[in-house]
């Protein structure tokens, strides 16, 4: 079998290109992309070399052979980075999530701690009230009610006619 005969075979196995030897500038480039393109299956040696006795200069296929690499390379790490953004977003997302629940759980403690301070607070006072009150003497309940009316009737000769209508 002739290394013509090998290569041959090559393509017709391999399903790259059925007229992968014939000298035909447009049918060549085509095959040769072919070729470069299946990375399972590599090119014999003795296709290569009738590739330079044919007039295939060897820098021609190794330009597309260039090519392609930088392309496939180019599509490899542009997937590559999209596949980290998303990582990276979705773990920063699950940060903020967790972070956001975290901050809602202390202001939902705060707020009930405020919440109950305050109606401690007011309890006391009532209680300091409710006391006050009911040590109060006779005269002294009078006269926190005279203070009071006086005190309303004070506010009431400093209002305007407006403010009486309303």
Known sequence: MSSLDKCKDFAMESKVCKDLLIYNINTRLKCEVVILKTTSQQ??????????????????AARMR??????????????????????????????????EERLSKMRS????????KCEEQRAHRLGLI????????????????????????????HET?????R
């Open 43 to 60: 090119v014999p040696e003795v296709c290569e070399a009738l590739y330079t006795t044919l007039g295939r200069p060897t820098k021609n």
């Open 66 to 99: 260039k090519r392609y690499l930088e392309e496939s390379n180019n599509e490899k790490n542009k997937s590559l980075e999209a596949n980290r953004k998303r990582i990276r977003l979705t773990r920063s997302q699950e940060c903020l999530n967790q972070r």
């Open 109 to 116: 403690y705060n707020n009930d701690r405020l919440l109950q």
């Open 130 to 157: 409710r006391e006050r009150l009911s040590n109060e003497t006779e005269d002294e309940h009078l006269l926190r009610l005279d203070a009071a009316r006086n005190c309303s009737a004070m506010v009431k000769l």
């Open 161 to 165: 006619p407006e403010e009486r209508t």
